[in-house]
């Protein structure tokens, strides 16, 4: 995408410097639009691609349900997810999920790394203790393990021990 950025820069500047109503302007703008219409079909054929391999080679898809147009407004992230369009992906995992019979399913983010996966207690942590260790049921485990427990299973699947 980013040579792709590139060309697109390259040919908005030869679109500013001709003058409107002639003919070379015509065919700048032309030719910037089939250089839109390319990096379209790329995220298109990106997309497609990447979750038809994921519904052929899975049994099961989970993905956290997030809000991309928050996602984007952080200027630091927001072109590579644009560029990666991962709502064009959902969209094909969604429909390759259906049309192969692969449950598709999105998890709510709030709270699942500050569950227990044991018995259910909320536990609030800042972001750099990584260590889940519930004061309620004696469970200790790594912070993203618990909220895979959490995510996947709910609450109250694994005993004390971690087993």
């Known amino acids: 995408m980013r040579k792709a950025e590139k060309r697109l820069k390259r040919l908005h500047r ?7 109503g002639f003919k070379n302007h015509k065919k700048a703008r032309k030719a910037l639009a089939k ?10 054929d990106f997309a497609r691609k990447t979750a038809n391999a994921l519904i052929t080679s899975h049994d099961l898809i989970a993905y956290e349900h997030l ?12 072109k590579s997810i644009s560029d990666a369009s991962w709502g064009r992906f959902l969209f094909w995992l969604n429909y ?7 449950p598709i399913i999105a998890i709510e983010p709030a ?4 569950d227990c996966g044991g018995c259910g207690t909320r536990i609030k942590e800042s972001l750099s203790v ?15 393990h618990n909220a895979a427990i959490v ?13």
């Open 96 to 102: 390759y999920g259906q049309v192969h019979g692969i």
């Open 67 to 78: 809000q991309i147009r928050n996602l984007v407004k952080n200027r630091h992230l927001a």
């Open 130 to 144: 990584r260590t889940h260790a519930c004061s309620g049921c004696g469970l200790i485990l790594d912070r993203d």
């Open 35 to 44: 250089a839109y219409l390319k990096v379209q079909r790329q995220r298109e």
């Open 14 to 20: 030869h679109l500013s410097r001709k003058k409107k």
């Open 151 to 163: 995510r996947r299973f709910g609450t109250y699947q694994i005993s004390p021990r971690g087993r």
């Open 111 to 114: 709270f699942t790394s500050q």
